[in-house]
């Protein structure tokens, strides 16, 4: 119960914090680009689980399967330095990123994937790829990091797992922002939103997912003495009461 009464005070100054600090909000910027094109890319080696070999015309080829006698035996193969005929190898990775982008991705924000392999970074980007797709074109653009374990990207406010939720969370009230907000070291990030009521008040609450994975590591048995349905520094309550007036104040806890 103490681990409870510490969070809860916690996140209380996190969201009078948040409230009046402008610096402390995360902008969300809609990609008006799209998913990235194949123009202007360039690849100095096959995509990964292609083999290459050399065609008769001396073109450097990659073949998604086994090569024998220069001859590729897949149905899928490409070229490192023909643009087509058969297709180039940079459609190629940009149908496999796409692929990837629908899974790990943040698409309304950053919805290009992108997979470094000599610094094993995978993340995605709002904007186009560097030449040869292994990153953003500049460091300056928006991207988030895909983590390898779930641990990390659970607790990072810069992985693509918490983007993809800050994008997913809805925004409702006046003035409405949302934010990555780290309660502590080693807990998960809170999807934070602030907003104002009909009455011109300021107001932070967080989305129940985030708030229930932070309740998990401080006390798993959270749930035997905690209603966080009738808490109102979760959204859903939050949206309920101020907002939509279908809560009362006896059907909730502050």
């Known amino acids: ?44 080696s096959c995509p990964s689980g292609f083999n290459s070999y050399y065609d008769n015309n001396g073109n450097i080829m990659c073949c998604n399967g086994e090569v024998i006698a220069n001859k590729c035996i897949s149905d899928t193969n490409c070229s490192l330095t023909s643009a087509n005929n058969p297709d180039s190898c940079v459609a190629i990775l940009l149908e496999q990123y796409n692929q990837q982008a629908q899974q790990y991705c943040p698409l309304q924000s950053m919805p290009n994937y992108y997979n470094n392999k000599t610094s094993n970074k995978k993340g995605c980007t709002n904007g186009l790829l560097n030449s040869s797709m292994d990153g953003p074109a500049n460091t300056s653009q928006p991207q988030c990091t895909i983590y390898s374990d779930t641990n990390t990207n659970s607790i990072s406010t810069d992985s693509c797992l918490n983007q993809k939720r800050l994008d997913a969370a809805q925004c409702f009230g006046n003035n409405c922002t949302k934010s990555l907000i780290s309660p502590g070291s080693g807990l998960p990030i809170l999807i934070g939103i602030s907003f104002t009521d009909n009455n011109g008040m300021p107001h932070m609450a967080f989305t129940q997912e985030s708030f229930e994975d932070a309740l998990n590591v401080i006390n798993p048995n959270w749930r035997d003495s905690f209603d966080i349905s009738k808490n109102i520094q979760i959204a859903e309550v939050a949206k309920a009461y101020y907002i939509d007036r279908t809560l009362q104040q006896s059907d909730i806890q502050f």
Not at 8 to 25: N, T
Not at 29 to 42: A, K, P
């Open 1 to 44: 119960m103490l681990e409870l009464i510490i969070l809860i005070a916690l996140i209380i100054i996190i969201l009078i914090f948040l409230i009046y600090k402008d610096k402390y909000k995360t902008s969300i910027d809609v990609n008006s680009e799209g998913f990235v094109t194949q123009d202007n890319y360039y690849l100095s």
